[in-house]
Every structure is written in C-alpha cells, then in structure tokens.
C-alpha cells in the first residue's frame, strides 16, 4: 500500500476524503469523479507562487480560528407573507464576512430547531474566539420587555406561544458575549409585527407591535438595529434593503473602527430614507480601536496572538527554529531585505560551514559523505519533493529498492541528522517494506525538521486508518502544520476534513478557502471542488455563472470530474440554456479522459 502522500502510479489518488462526499456531506453535489491524480510538484512551487495559497490559507486560518459569524435570512415564512430582499442581504452579509476571515456558519429560512441548533454550536466557537457575530435578517418582536427574533415556522396563535417558538434576544446576546474581544448581534429586524392582527392577547404579556425595545448589553457586546427602538425599518424594492446595503458598503472598510463604521452606516442609511429610518447601536466597548479589517498592506495581514505580522514575520517565526537548509534558502530569496534576513543567514551558516548549497534544498556533500547522501537521493526521493538534488529524478514508491535504499538512507542520517528530507526518504522505504510503525517515526522525525511532506503523509496516515488508528482529529492536526508551511497537497485534504465535519466542526467556509487556496496553487480537483461549493451554495452564495467558470477551469486541465458536472448543468439547464449536444460533448470528453487514466 502507498500511503505516503504521494501520485497513485495508477492515477488512483486524488484525496483519500472525496469518496465521503456523498454520504457526509449536506450540499446536493457528488464529489469530484474518482480516478484523477494531482498533477506536479504542487507542494514545492517556488515561494513567490506559493505566498499567494499562503496569504489565501495562513492569513485567512488565522483569522477563521478566531472570528466566527452565525447569517441567518428568513424569507418565505410560512404563516406571514415573505420579505422581498432578505435573501440577498443575509447572503450578501455572508459572503463580506467570509471575505473578512469569519467562519461563517449560514442559515436561511431556518426552523426553531435549525436555529437553536446552530446557536448552541455558535456557543461551542465563541468560548475560543476573539470576535462573534450574529446577523439576523427578517421578523422580530417585542414582548414583555424582552426582543425575540422569529424562525421561518413561528406561528403565534396566542402571545403566550412566543417564549415556545421565538428565540430571545438575550439567548442570542449571551452567545457572542463569550469572546473575548468583541460580540455582535446585527438585527435587520426592526419591523411591525406581522403576527398583530391575529395573536390573541391574554393580558399576561404585554406586547408592541412595532420595532424592538432598547437593550444594555454586556461590556464586550454590541447589539446594533436596523431602526432604533420604537421604530420601524423600510422595506424597499431592489437587491438589498437600506440598512444591509449601507452594512456592505463598509463592513470590509480597511482601518475602519467598529464604532465608526457604525456611525457611516447610520447616516447613509438617514439620508437613503430621507431620515425615517435610523439605525441605532447599543451598548459600548473599551477606548481601543477594535477593526474588522486593518489598514491595508503589501500582503495580507496575519493574525497571531492579537497582533496583525506581516508575511516575513509570519513565515520567519514558523522556520526559525528548523534544521531544514531549504526553508532558510527560500526565506532570503523571497524577502532579502527582511529585518531576520541576517538571521537567516546566520541560521545557514551555522547548518552548513563547509557544506555546498544546492537551488533549493541544501545538499551536504563531502569526500566521505557522498556517497551514501547521493545513494539515499538516488534510491529514494520523492518526485514530488523539488527540494531534492537536481541530479535526482525521484523514484515512485513501488519502485524503491528497499534494502540498498535503506542502507543509504540510514547512513544519509547518520552523518546529516539535521537534514529533513533524508528521514522523508528512509520513510518512503519504510512503507515500501511495509513496517509502518517505523515509517511513522521517520515521518514524524522529518516533520520536527520542518517537511512539510512529512507532516501531510502523517496526515494522510491517520486520515486513511490502514496503517495507524483511524483518527481524523490527528489528521487534521497534521494537515494543518502542513498548510501552515504552504503545502498545496495538504490544502484540499484539510478542506475535505472540514468540509465534511471530520476530526472537528464542519465549516464550509473554511473548506472552500482551502480547496480555493489549492486551486491557486494549480490543483485541477479543487478547481472542480470551488465549482461544487458554488453550484450548490455551501459555504457560499449559490452562483451556477462561478460554478460553471470554475468547471471550464478544470475541465481545460483535464479534470473528468468537471465535465461530467458541466454535462448534468448543459443537461438541466441551470445556469446555461439547455443544451444536449453541449452534455453530450462533456460528457464524451469526460469518458475519454476516464479511460485514458484508467490505463
């Protein structure tokens, strides 16, 4: 069995997590067709490539560990007439805080239970979040003193029904006030009553009918309305309504404080409704400038530890303490005026004193040496590792000769321990001896020396259980060390983790910044898997015109799994004019691809 990380021989391999797709996970969509391999040494692109999948992944990881969003949208209630733009808000506002780094949980036309379900797993995330957020579009009441948001199944026969069937404001307060930076609830809610002219009063509850009553949140909690207690919003025709629409104009303003950002929001909104409507905000925060989105630089921020590192600070305090030459050799030619690049180059020095440097990876050559370091490149590098030797070609696992290979590698390590790539290799050969107790030694041996190929095997390892106890969250583990090095094989394997709900919470959002991240990188089935997630609207905004561009994308590289989708779309009709020449042509193009991998 190969097991690590490597290109099926076959075409076989294409992420051990796809063939869950069907049976795990919710959107309406198969997976991408099996039998497709990846193409390339994705995981060592040179290091200006691969910053975009960084700048896409760490940067947009970072912040998704620590904010968090519940978008819920409430359209077609079942007992009141609809509400014209809710649906393009909530997903509108979704997609601004998917951009801004958010996990971002979405829930459209949800029933009490959907509601209350998401609520308590929102409670789960914020307990470790910096920021949460609630945004709430749709109906919302108030009673007895208290504010209740209204599900898609609310049907208030009496106001005694409302404690049973509506979710309390303070419910939803309590949730985002567990973070420990900021908590928001944004209600786009401050509507009449549309249950007024029916539910009877039983003179227990007192109740208005229109808009919502003041608030005092907590002192990390703002709670921000459409229209200001007493009052009501408008309702206006046109893709969103006045007070998601000045939301969206500058949620993702860069330098833009919280409290500020409010305050544009409240006069664009005064001055599109000729000033019958005025949003409000309740409650207060500390006298620090708390951004949704900082100030703009060079590359994309990255959030540690509270503060905002640019990339060479990132990447630096993630190598700094690695013995692998090649990770050093990539930070100088990338950033050659860094503050560390002394440090780097000190770092260098003090590996290799009299060693030579090869391209990328550094090879240590001597007299006495060459030989078996040569032998172990020769016998058994990956072909997927460009930070071999240029002078090795690599050798597929099925064709390392074990015993002369094991040799080399056990001497390659012995007079280099600090090299990562040689216990890589010695654990290639352990896999294709079939002693995987000592593979995934080595692997763990490499991946404390900084291969990030190391750690997406140990990845995969656990993630496939053959070899090692099935354990996702291990996998997850791993893949993440991995991505956080710009592993491109590790990106759409840690996605399918999180697309799927594996080793720990599901988020789709997440997912699709991975699986986008690898389709950056040149990955063909997460181009295939970015057009799934638009196609059905998971973890996304549905767009069968994304889809279908992100389908052309791989279908041109030669992804059968993209044809055959675009087949069922020309077939269907969704998203293109019907078309069955255009479905057969993908479909024939997608058979032909199938069979030549098969061969």
């Known amino acids: 069995m190969e097991s690590d990380g490597e290109v099926r021989v076959n075409g076989s391999r294409i992420g051990m997590l796809r063939r869950f797709a069907a049976s795990r996970a919710p959107p309406p969509y198969p997976p991408p067709h099996a039998g497709e391999g990846r193409e390339g040494a994705l995981w060592a692109m040179t290091l200006g490539l691969a910053l975009i999948?960084?700048?896409?992944?760490?940067?947009?990881?970072?912040?998704?560990?620590?904010?968090?969003?519940l978008i819920v949208g409430i359209v077609n209630y079942q007992n009141v007439p609809p509400l014209p733009t809710t649906l393009n808000d909530a997903g509108d506002i979704a997609q601004s805080f998917e951009r801004l780094g958010f996990a971002t949980t979405k829930l459209f036309n949800a029933?009490?239970?959907?509601?209350?379900?998401?609520?308590?797993?929102?409670?789960?995330?914020?307990?470790?979040?910096?920021?949460?957020?609630?945004?709430?579009?749709g109906h919302a009441l108030e009673a007895g003193g208290e504010n209740w948001v209204l599900p898609v199944d609310t049907d208030l026969r009496t106001d005694l029904d409302i404690a049973q069937e509506a979710i309390g404001l303070n419910?939803?307060?309590?949730?985002?006030?567990?973070?420990?930076?900021?908590?928001?609830?944004?209600?786009d809610a401050s509507r009449s009553n549309p249950f007024a002219a029916r539910m009877q009063r039983t003179g227990q509850t007192r109740s208005v009918d229109r808009g919502l009553v003041r608030v005092e949140p907590?002192?990390?909690?703002?709670?921000?309305?459409?229209?200001?207690?007493?009052?009501?919003?408008?309702?206006?025709?046109?893709?969103?309504?006045?007070?998601?629409?000045?939301?969206?104009?500058?949620?993702?303003?860069?330098?833009?404080?919280?409290?500020?950002?409010?305050?544009k929001v409240r006069d664009d909104v005064l001055a599109h409704t000729n000033r019958r409507q005025q949003p409000f905000v309740y409650g207060s925060l500390p006298n620090k400038?708390?951004?949704?989105?900082?100030?703009?630089?060079?590359?994309?921020?990255?959030?540690?530890?509270?503060?905002?590192?640019?990339?060479?600070?990132?990447?630096?305090?993630?190598?700094?303490?690695?013995?692998?030459?090649?990770?050093?050799?990539?930070?100088?030619?990338?950033?050659?005026?860094?503050?560390?690049?002394?440090?780097?180059?000190?770092?260098?020095?003090s590996l290799d004193t009299t060693l030579v440097v090869a391209s990328r990876q550094t090879n240590p050559l001597s007299n006495d040496t060459g030989n078996a370091i040569a032998d172990c490149d020769r016998l058994a590098a990956s072909p997927l590792d460009s930070g071999r030797p240029k002078d090795s070609a690599g050798v597929e696992l099925s064709k390392i000769p074990v015993v002369a290979a094991e040799r080399a590698c056990d001497e390659a390590m012995r007079r280099s321990p600090e090299v990562a790539r040689f216990p890589f290799q010695a654990a290639r050969v352990a896999i294709a001896r079939a002693n995987y107790p000592a593979a995934r030694d080595l692997y763990e041996k490499a991946s404390a020396l900084g291969s990030s190929l190391a750690m997406y095997s140990l990845g995969l390892l656990y993630a496939e259980g053959k070899t090692v106890p099935l354990d996702y969250t291990e996998a997850r583990r791993w893949y993440t060390k991995a991505v956080a090095l710009n592993s491109a094989f590790a990106m759409p394997e840690l996605a399918a983790l999180y697309e799927n709900g594996?080793?720990?919470?599901?988020?789709?959002?997440?997912?699709?910044?991975?699986?986008?991240?690898?389709?950056?990188?040149?990955?063909?089935?997460?181009?295939?898997?970015?057009?799934?997630?638009?196609?059905?609207?998971?973890?996304?905004?549905?767009?069968?015109?994304?889809?279908?561009?992100?389908?052309?994308?791989?279908?041109?590289?030669?992804?059968?799994?993209?044809?055959?989708?675009?087949?069922?779309?020309?077939?269907?009709?969704?998203?293109?004019?019907k078309n069955a020449a255009e479905s057969r042509q993908w479909n024939a193009k997608a058979a032909k691809r199938e069979a030549s991998s098969s061969r």
């Open 171 to 187: 419910s939803l307060m309590q949730s985002v006030g567990r973070v420990s930076v900021l908590g928001m609830v944004i209600l």
């Open 111 to 137: 029933s009490y239970d959907d509601f209350r379900r998401a609520i308590r797993r929102l409670n789960e995330l914020a307990r470790n979040a910096d920021i949460a957020v609630i945004y709430f579009g």
């Open 502 to 577: 594996l080793g720990g919470p599901q988020d789709p959002a997440e997912a699709l910044r991975l699986y986008r991240a690898a389709a950056t990188a040149g990955d063909r089935v997460s181009m295939t898997k970015v057009g799934n997630f638009y196609e059905a609207g998971f973890g996304v905004r549905q767009d069968y015109a994304e889809a279908i561009r992100w389908y052309k994308r791989s279908a041109d590289r030669g992804d059968a799994g993209a044809m055959r989708q675009l087949a069922k779309l020309y077939e269907s009709g969704r998203g293109v004019a």
């Open 53 to 69: 999948a960084f700048c896409a992944v760490w940067g947009g990881r970072a912040y998704a560990q620590n904010r968090v969003a």
């Open 289 to 349: 400038p708390i951004y949704l989105k900082e100030r703009a630089v060079s590359l994309q921020p990255v959030a540690v530890k509270n503060e905002v590192l640019p990339a060479d600070e990132t990447i630096w305090s993630t190598i700094k303490d690695s013995t692998d030459k090649s990770l050093f050799l990539d930070f100088l030619n990338k950033f050659p005026s860094s503050v560390h690049a002394k440090e780097a180059g000190a770092k260098l020095k």
């Open 218 to 263: 907590a002192q990390n909690v703002l709670v921000a309305y459409a229209s200001k207690d007493g009052t009501t919003n408008e309702d206006r025709s046109g893709r969103n309504s006045p007070y998601a629409a000045a939301l969206l104009r500058y949620l993702e303003s860069p330098g833009l404080d919280i409290n500020f950002m409010f305050r």
